[in-house]
């Protein structure tokens, strides 16, 4: 059972454009979410994290808008550019317990 | 500061054959864990330890072992390799494990004929 849904799998975007990658979850004792980004043949490295007490953090031109009572949060890349494409992956983790869960990851090309 | 080390890069072996993937952190992390990424599956949680000489199952634990002997080394063993644990491992280390940040490795690509 996929404890965090992630969509789309791909999305193919102008430079310029917003690309909006979305996440689901059930488990209402998660209360770290972190995305992070992975180009090819690395491993994947910290981009935001957000805490459920906010509803929006942004660091320079990545965005992370939180929704509690619908238990969606979605990244949003403004003016993504060529160097953006890469994969993505929400994730989550709870106080609680030892784990974090990962989506099943957004790979996200910028057209010039 | 190498961060997470992660040995061999790639590998092949053949079905029943055994191996030891190495995974080493100089950042005095607590928190180690072991990942393997397939297509449209995300990145799976196989184990993970919360200190020398303390381990425990993640999601997929089964045909790995792990053991936690020292703080910086966290090895990842298939005791028995199948064509269904081609994948690519990722180990990865953080302070606590929640609520910090998740430094990975650069990956083991693994592949059983």
């Known amino acids: 059972q996929q404890q965090v849904k992630q969509s789309p799998q791909s999305l193919i975007v102008q430079k310029g454009g917003i690309p909006i990658i979305n996440c689901a979850y059930e488990?209402?004792?998660?209360?770290?979410f972190p995305w992070y980004q992975q180009f090819p043949g690395k491993g994947p490295a910290l981009l935001i994290a957000?805490?459920?007490?906010?509803s929006e953090k942004k660091e320079g031109r990545f965005t992370i808008s939180f929704n509690k009572s619908a238990k969606q949060f979605s990244l949003h890349i403004m003016d993504s550019q060529p160097g953006d494409s890469a994969t993505y992956f929400c994730?989550?983790?709870?106080?609680?317990?030892?784990?974090?869960?990962f989506g099943t990851g957004t790979s996200l090309t910028v057209i010039p | 500061n190498a961060g997470v080390t992660q040995t061999p890069k790639f590998q092949v072996l053949k079905t029943g054959q055994s191996m030891t993937l190495q995974c080493a952190q100089d950042?005095?992390?607590?928190?180690m864990s072991w990942y393997r990424q397939d297509p449209g599956m995300g990145l799976r949680l196989i184990h993970y330890?919360?200190?020398?000489?303390?381990?425990d199952q993640g999601e997929v634990p089964n045909g790995y072992n792990v053991s936690r002997s020292t703080t910086e080394d966290f090895p990842l063993r298939l005791l028995s390799a199948a064509p269904s644990q081609t994948s690519v491992y990722f180990c990865?280390?953080?302070?606590?494990?929640?609520?910090?940040?998740?430094?990975f490795g650069a990956g083991t690509r693994l592949s059983v004929l």
């Open positions: 994730a989550a983790s709870s106080n609680t317990g030892n784990q974090f869960y």
């Open positions: 950042m005095n992390h607590e928190y």
């Open positions: 990865a280390s953080s302070y606590v494990p929640e609520g910090s940040i998740q430094y």
């Open positions: 957000i805490r459920p007490d906010v």
């Open positions: 488990n209402t004792a998660f209360d770290y």
């Open positions: 330890s919360v200190g020398a000489g303390i381990t």
